[in-house]
């Protein structure tokens, strides 16, 4: 069972090598921002313009399927945090797990499981100097 769903947009179009690197570099990006009210409004802001840049026909019904399947952890991840931080840490430290996974889950929707396989596939060769199973780790 795959989450791709076809289309022609922008993020349909580009290689997977590029979408796995894009990803690495918003996700840290996201990940690297502080602990304050506005960066977790810039999380959420990155992913809204993910989804809505992505070139789905609903992208914003899209991001709204997506916090609806991660509202469990939502909901753990925020009590944690406002069991040991102040509310403006936990809030931010919340919408930026929250911004990264659904971002993450924007490049699976708009990648064939077989072309991120690949990609991993050939990304990992160099460790078959190791002995280790590019074919086997990519799965």
């Not at 990940?31 to 960066?39: H, I, K, Q, V």
């Not at 070139?55 to 406002?82: N, P, S, Y």
Request: glycine content about 10%; proline content about 4%; overall charge positive.
């Amino acid at each position: 069972m795959t989450l791709y769903r076809p289309g022609n947009g922008l993020l349909h179009r580009m290689p997977a090598g590029l979408k796995i690197l894009l990803l690495l570099a918003v996700v840290l990006g996201v990940s690297l921002l502080p602990a304050a009210w506005w960066a977790a409004g810039i999380a959420v802001v990155v992913a809204i313009l993910a989804y809505a840049v992505a070139g789905l026909g609903h992208g914003m019904r899209e991001l709204g399927c997506q916090v609806r399947t991660v509202r469990r952890v939502i909901a753990i991840t925020l009590a944690g945090q406002l069991l040991f931080l102040g509310p403006e840490q936990a809030v931010a430290n919340t919408s930026r797990v929250v911004a990264a996974v659904v971002i993450a889950a924007l490049m699976v929707i708009t990648t064939r499981v077989s072309a991120l396989l690949d990609t991993v596939e050939r990304g990992l060769r160099p460790l078959g100097r190791f002995h280790v199973d590019p074919a086997r780790v990519a799965l």
